[in-house]
């Protein structure tokens, strides 16, 4: 045998039971006192767990609203500058005119000055907002790339990916509108 086990004293030998059931009891207490903010810090661990996969399940079903350019175009939008080139934008005072986008791919616009409204179709995805236009003298499809940033829309006219129209507004800038 190793000496360090000759040499150990047995802790059981000669002790009654009353001792045993003592000895046993103070091992229970200690291994509780021990394991007891184990348990709780497993148990604070799982809440955290928990609860971290909630936040994350609503803050993706809150982004899937916020992400469909639909739901994130919808309402009353005033037009407050325009310009041929996103360095070259000029503020526009408001006039009363402004555009309302409705979630069945209609949208219309309304001018003060004669109080009509002109209602129009477009369809939208994550880059582009296309209209379309049936009037005689604007008959066809004009497809704007748009950027929905700090509460402004921002248009910029695109045909096949290339600018259409020279020395004319191309780029447009809206803010909502209650």
């Known amino acids: 045998m190793h000496e360090r086990t000759k040499n150990r004293k047995c802790l059981w030998k000669n002790k009654s039971s009353k001792d045993l059931v003592k000895v046993a009891s103070n091992l229970r207490e200690r291994r509780e006192l021990f394991f007891k903010p184990l348990i709780l810090n497993r148990m604070k661990i799982k809440i955290l767990k928990i609860a971290a996969i909630v936040l994350l399940l609503a803050g993706s079903f809150y982004s899937c609203n916020k992400n469909d350019p639909v739901e994130a175009i919808l309402g009353k939008w005033e037009l407050i500058a325009q310009g041929t080139a996103e360095n070259a934008m000029i503020t526009v005072e408001p006039n009363g005119v402004y555009i309302e986008f409705f979630s069945e791919g209609i949208y219309r616009v309304y001018y003060p000055e004669p109080d009509e409204f002109h209602y129009r179709s477009y369809t939208i995805d994550k880059k582009f907002i296309c209209y379309n236009y049936e ?34 507004p191309n780029v447009f800038i809206y803010q909502p509108i209650n």
């Open 135 to 168: 009037k005689s003298y604007e008959q066809g499809r004009y497809d704007y790339r748009y950027n929905i940033s700090k509460g402004q829309l921002k248009m910029t006219y695109y045909q096949g990916l290339r600018l259409m129209i020279a020395n004319q």
